[in-house]
């Protein structure tokens, strides 16, 4: 048995990297998606992938600084799908590198938005989409960089995914995107492969 049978999700920053290799995962275990960022190519190419293999998913291209693109995210899994399950908001951006006083104003609200306020425009409509099914799961992309450890030349990133951190557990309960994960809440995950544990 498909472990998101008859779940639905919606994914942003879908076209490439994680949040594509998720799209992936999810169809094939059964939800049908509606599969969000700013690439309308890559994103239809990935529908017609999901859907050869026997898979239902739409495309929504748009740009996550914009909160009128999370309303439609959502709005098009209820109005196609009948409601939200799950949503994995991956969409992110490393944003220029260089030091940390350097940054512009412009390039440091570039990335706020694109790594922050997106998170806080999407979960502003996934939970009371969630909540009218009974329950859902919403999951955030952050790093280790916002969490453990800095780089430098990555101020507005780190900022931006600590931010991240801050705004998952003031919206807890709601994490992993599977009934497996009924006792987990409100908790930062380091998927990192060890890296910072390994600095001295």
Do not use: C
């Not at 425009?121 to 453990?148: D, E, N």
């Not at 600590?162 to 994960?181: H, K």
């Amino acid at each position: 048995m498909n472990a998101l049978n008859g779940k639905v999700a919606v994914i942003g920053g879908a076209s490439s990297g994680i949040g594509k290799a998720a799209a992936l995962l999810f169809a094939r275990q059964g939800a049908a998606l509606v599969l969000g960022a700013r690439r309308a190519p890559l994103l239809a190419e990935l529908v017609e992938d999901i859907r050869r293999e026997g898979g239902r998913a739409l495309a929504v291209a748009g740009d996550v600084r914009d909160e009128a693109f999370a309303e439609r995210l959502t709005a098009t899994a209820v109005d196609e799908f009948g409601g939200l399950d799950i949503a994995f908001n991956n969409a992110g951006t490393l944003g220029p590198l260089g030091p940390s006083l350097a940054l512009s104003a412009s390039e440091w609200r570039d990335v706020l938005e694109t790594n922050l306020s997106s998170a806080y425009y999407s979960a502003k409509y996934q939970i009371p989409a969630m909540l009218a099914r009974g329950a859902g799961s919403v999951i955030f992309t952050s790093t280790f960089v916002g969490h453990t450890a800095a780089f430098p030349g990555t101020a507005a990133y780190a900022a931006g995914k600590s931010g991240l951190i801050g705004l998952t557990q003031a919206l807890a309960a709601l994490y992993l995107a599977s009934d497996a994960s009924s006792f987990v809440t409100g908790t930062a995950m380091l998927v990192d492969g060890g890296v910072s544990i390994q600095r001295g």
